[in-house]
């Protein structure tokens, strides 16, 4: 089967840093993405790595090892605005399978 | 960048009846679009993936019969749930893949399904 962990639920103050991590199992991988979803939208584009290591985007960074199977996102500089779900993703054999997503509530 | 528009965002329907629900890549050619569906607090499960002029590959557990899709054309994608029920209220989303560059896959904005 197919599967990718995540934590439930993560809660951080407003200007610290938070990393969402993700394990995943899958048939077939060609790289790992990260989402951004808001309640009632769609999710966006965040980040990608097809190769190990760390991707910086901004305030935001993804890290992959494939040989651990492991990846996670990491968030500097916290703002409200950032309070929403994540979504770590993993390409897989020509389509895109995504884990069970971790709500981010960024407290003043 | 490459945008996908989905329509509508919102729809009621009736027990017993058929919505259909439309993708558009508005600026380029989408050889392959996914269709998730989304329950309240939950992940995006990946229902089918079409393919332009081919019939569309369903994941296990998915009815074919019961969502039909249709990718008739590069820029146009279609789901149509028949004969609904209130377990098929759900948030459904289609994905246009491999658009490129930042090697996102681009969604549409997501159509509300509610079934009274």
């Known amino acids: 089967g197919q599967s990718l962990e995540q934590p439930s639920e993560v809660t951080a103050v407003e200007g610290a840093i938070v990393q969402i991590n993700c394990t995943y199992q899958?048939?077939?991988?060609?790289?790992l993405s990260w989402y951004q979803q808001h309640d009632g939208g769609a999710p966006t584009f965040l980040s990608y790595n097809g190769l190990d290591g760390l991707e910086e985007t901004g305030r935001f960074s993804s890290f992959l090892s494939r040989s651990d199977s492991y990846g996670y996102l990491l968030l500097q500089e916290l703002q409200m605005k950032d309070s929403a779900s994540y979504f770590c993703a993993v390409d897989s054999s020509y389509k895109l399978i995504f884990g069970s997503g971790t709500r981010l509530l960024v407290r003043p | 960048g490459a945008v996908v528009s989905q329509h509508p965002s919102r729809v009621i329907c009736k027990s017993g009846t058929s919505v259909k629900i439309e993708c558009r890549s508005l600026d380029f050619q989408a050889t392959t679009m996914f269709w998730y569906r989304q329950f309240p607090k939950q992940s995006l499960m990946l229902m089918a993936t079409?393919?332009?002029?081919?019939?569309?590959?369903?994941e296990q557990g998915v009815e074919k019969d019961k969502f039909l899709i249709n990718h008739a054309s590069l820029t146009l994608s279609t789901l149509t749930v028949t004969s609904a029920h209130p377990e098929d209220s759900s948030f459904y989303i289609c994905?246009?893949?491999?658009?490129?560059?930042?090697?996102?896959?681009?969604f549409g904005s997501g159509t509300r399904l509610t079934v009274v």
């Open positions: 994905s246009a893949g491999g658009t490129g560059g930042n090697y996102g896959y681009t």
């Open positions: 079409s393919n332009e002029g081919s019939k569309a590959t369903y």
């Open positions: 899958t048939s077939g991988f060609y790289g």
